[in-house]
């Protein structure tokens, strides 16, 4: 026989486990993340201190001379970042608002497509890696760099004479990388949106492009926004598929068909063949830029929402 | 016209498309899910039906090339349900797996048989390796090969490159190391005190300078020499109808176009080797750049593993870059079709097509001629088969870009810096390297290594006779 109080008190038992294991997850994420930054610290500590500052500008990497700078290696960052946000996000925005805007009364047309820009964002980054190097890369070159090297050659962008490895391409592949996940959050913002915005434009004799332009896209603007931080934050980190793009090279060139190399594709060609405590150190240095500069951007991401949404909310 | 509008909005007004993508990636597991319901949309019915005829046809190929016993269960998979789908491609699967496992065993068995194994079993242990990736694809032959003979014996090699290799086995985290490179003197002083490590040259490999010039025959191979290399990769050599290249071949048209330099951009012994060649060739690149396996390249395109680099050469006519002989030699669907490789001058004058002959020429020369081979617990630093060759004039027919690769292993194995749990471990460890450096050398051949020569491998056991645990010595016998 058991008693109330038996189930009573064994009900609060369970609860008191539950809450326990819930806040241990949640604290453990907090650590973890504190364990990360403090261990990348002391791993670079040794190339902080022969360094210091100059390292984020310094623009030599000789591993044989124990000379280090990650200047060649932040700009390719940023450079094929920006590459792949410029023309991933208005594909993502077409894909997202085909989905829900347009797409509404296909459900098949719909879902099928739906999917497959899910199912994109699974493929593993390997997979676009050769992919890139052996399809993308020859295609690109002879159809599209060389002709803009020809006829606009003289403009410092498209100065080099294209090989296929290069800011570009490895742009390109990360725009074709972060498509999928900015289009697939941005359609879930935009099905978000009520349709008494919708249908107030519509009463006030908009047409359907009037309504996404002034009332769907200004409301989701903030999520979509949003969208674009998750994209960015997967274009900086990618390491494989820029890795076999990218070219590799040191040196640093406003062409975006001059070969260059990105703060992940460093890390990733370099970490196994260490040959000093130095050049092990310095490699963890370029990997605590890396998570710093992970961090910064959601951390701006996450207050430019905040504004956003509170400029929305005072609008309203 | 607004009517329609409205009635379309208020329609999906509660429309959730495709909110699920867990359905679309385990096709399977969404049948399994959905198939008792009737929601079902016809798309996911459509692309099951299509995994299901992969499957289907994917299980008939091989039973018709295997045992007849899968030929039953494809055929009853055709009329039904979904359980035995899941069952038909797991037989599939470890169908496959046996055939391949039956076909190593045979072709590493005529290997195997012609050697006859002098030493008794082995008692169990598990040894446990780290190092390079220029010796995996032959490593992993001797992993299976000495399990054939001491099926005691597990031992397990992970190809992290050479650095973590030295960093483990200085770390005492594996049984022993593996190398491109002999260790640095920082390196050396980075082991524990009190310790010996031995360098044991396990396997060799030569690197040639691969290219893809368009409308050059095949049979044509264009003729290199050390100085005209770091000149094209310093970036003082830009032209393929450069004199100095012209002057070497001067049979061939060469052509006027840039040549578009590709180098590795991961750490590896193969940019070791090649770069060890360029500092004795050329002044300049010993100064400006050195031999590194991650050298600061002055110019050109970095391509991602030997596979990578052949990409890249093969994706841009006029390039030139280093691969591995073994790349070359077990690659021939690309070697004098999109890609092709030169000659290298020895020191003897002669133009030297790399084959697995001249690369184990090269090794003989290498520890006889030039600086002494370290003996016992020398240091090896700064020692390499590319330096001793450089200045041989008296052997005509080596390669001079040929480089040893080493395995790792304290001289006194113990448990309190080398990991050693037992004498049986410790044991397996010594018999293992043994085996790769004597009777495993012929397993090379078929995958582009070249032989170790006698007297280097006379050389390496009286190193490995070396080691003791406790004390005792552990190699014995032959």
């Known amino acids: 026989m058991i008693s109330s109080k038996q189930i009573g008190r064994r009900r609060v038992g369970g609860d008191q486990i539950l809450k326990g294991a819930v806040a241990a997850a949640a604290v453990s994420i907090v650590v973890l993340l504190i ?256 998570f710093g500069l992970a961090l910064v951007i959601n951390i701006f991401a996450r207050l430019f929402v905040v504004r956003l949404t509170r400029g929305a909310r005072f609008r309203a | 016209m607004l009517e329609n509008l409205l009635s379309s909005i208020f329609y999906d007004s509660h429309y959730t498309c495709c909110r699920l993508p867990i359905n679309h990636l385990f096709l399977p597991v969404a049948l399994k899910m959905n198939f008792n319901k009737t929601a079902t949309s016809g798309t996911t019915i459509g692309l099951v039906v299509v995994l299901i005829v992969v499957v289907v046809a994917a299980g008939a190929y091989i039973a018709l090339n295997g045992s007849g016993s899968t030929t039953t269960i494809t055929q009853t998979s055709v009329s039904t349900s979904v359980s035995t789908q899941t069952s038909v491609s797991t037989s599939v699967s470890t169908q496959t797996s046996t055939q391949t496992s039956v076909q190593t065993s045979t072709a590493t068995s005529t290997v195997t048989s012609t050697e006859t194994s002098t030493s008794a079993l082995l008692p169990a242990a598990t040894v446990n390796g780290a190092g390079g990736t220029l010796v995996f694809p032959l490593m992993s032959t001797w992993l299976y090969t000495f399990n054939q003979l001491q099926p005691n014996v597990q031992v397990n090699y992970a190809s992290v490159g050479s650095g973590a290799g030295i960093t483990d086995i200085s770390k005492g985290t594996v049984n022993f190391g593996e190398s491109d490179a002999p260790l640095t ?189 370290p003996q016992g617990s020398t240091p090896w630093t700064g020692w390499s088969i590319i330096n001793n060759i450089y200045n041989d004039s008296t052997d005509t027919g080596i390669y001079p870009i040929t480089t040893f690769t080493y395995a790792l292993i304290y001289e006194s194995l113990s448990a309190s810096y080398a990991g050693f749990t037992s004498q049986a471990q410790a044991t397996a460890t010594v018999s293992f390297i043994w085996y790769c450096v004597n009777q495993g050398q012929t397993a090379g051949a078929n995958i582009g290594y070249a032989a170790l020569p006698a007297n280097v491998v006379a050389s390496d056991k009286s190193t490995l006779s070396l080691v003791t645990y406790n004390g005792a010595t552990l190699l014995t016998g032959s």
Request: proline share 6%; hydrophobic share 45%.
């Open chain 1, 35 to 290: 364990a990360l930054g403090i261990e990348l610290i002391n791993g670079s500590l040794q190339s902080l201190t022969t360094f210091g500052f100059p390292f984020l500008y310094s623009n030599t990497w000789d591993p044989n001379h124990n000379i280090f700078g990650a200047l060649p290696f932040i700009y390719g960052t940023l450079v094929t970042s920006a590459i792949a946000l410029l023309i991933g996000l208005p594909v993502s925005l077409g894909v997202a608002i085909f989905l829900s805007e347009k797409a509404k009364g296909h459900r098949s047309v719909g879902y099928v497509l739906g999917s497959l820009v899910e199912l994109l964002a699974a493929v593993p980054s390997v997979i676009f890696g050769l992919w890139g190097l052996f399809v993308l890369s020859p295609n690109l070159k002879t159809y599209v760099e060389a002709p803009l090297h020809e006829y606009l050659g003289f403009l410092p962008i498209f100065s080099t004479t294209p090989i296929g490895l290069d800011y570009f391409v490895a742009g390109i592949i990360l725009a074709i990388m972060i498509i999928p996940t900015v289009a697939a959050v941005s359609r879930d913002v935009l099905n978000a949106v009520p349709n008494s915005q919708r249908e107030a434009m519509y009463s006030l004799g908009a047409t359907h492009w009037e309504v996404i332009r002034k009332s769907v896209l200004p409301y989701a603007r903030s999520g979509i926004f949003g969208a674009t931080i998750l994209g960015l934050g997967r274009a900086v980190g990618e390491t494989m598929a820029v890795t076999f793009v990218i070219g590799n090279s040191t040196a640093i060139s406003p062409s975006l068909f001059a070969q260059g190399y990105t703060l992940s594709a460093l890390i990733v060609n370099q970490v196994a063949e260490t040959s000093t405590p130095l050049n092990a150190s310095a490699i963890v240095e370029v990997a605590l830029i890396l």
């Open chain 2, 185 to 373: 003197k920082a390196q050396y002083s980075a082991l524990p005190a009190g310790s010996t490590l031995l360098t044991v040259p396990v396997s060799a490999s030569g690197v040639v300078p691969a290219y893809n010039i368009p409308g050059l025959p095949a049979a044509t191979h264009l003729n290199f020499t050390g100085d005209v290399l770091a000149k094209i990769f310093l970036g003082q050599i830009t032209v393929w109808n450069d004199p100095a290249i012209v002057a070497l071949n001067p049979k061939v048209t060469l052509p006027a176009n840039p040549i578009v330099v590709i180098h590795r951009s991961d750490g590896s012994g193969t940019m070791y080797a090649f770069t060890n060649y360029l500092t004795d060739s050329n002044a300049q690149w010993k100064a400006q750049v050195g031999t590194s396996t991650t050298p600061n390249w002055p110019v050109g395109t970095g391509c991602k593993g030997n596979e990578g680099v052949a990409g890249c050469i093969e994706n841009n006519q006029y390039s030139l870059g280093p691969l591995e002989v073994a790349y070359v030699l077990t690659n021939s669907n690309l070697i004098g079709v999109s890609i092709n490789y030169g000659t290298v001058q020895n020191h003897a004058g002669n133009f030297i097509l790399a084959t697995l002959a001249d690369v184990t020429l090269a090794m003989q020369a290498g520890v006889t001629q030039g600086a002494a081979v």
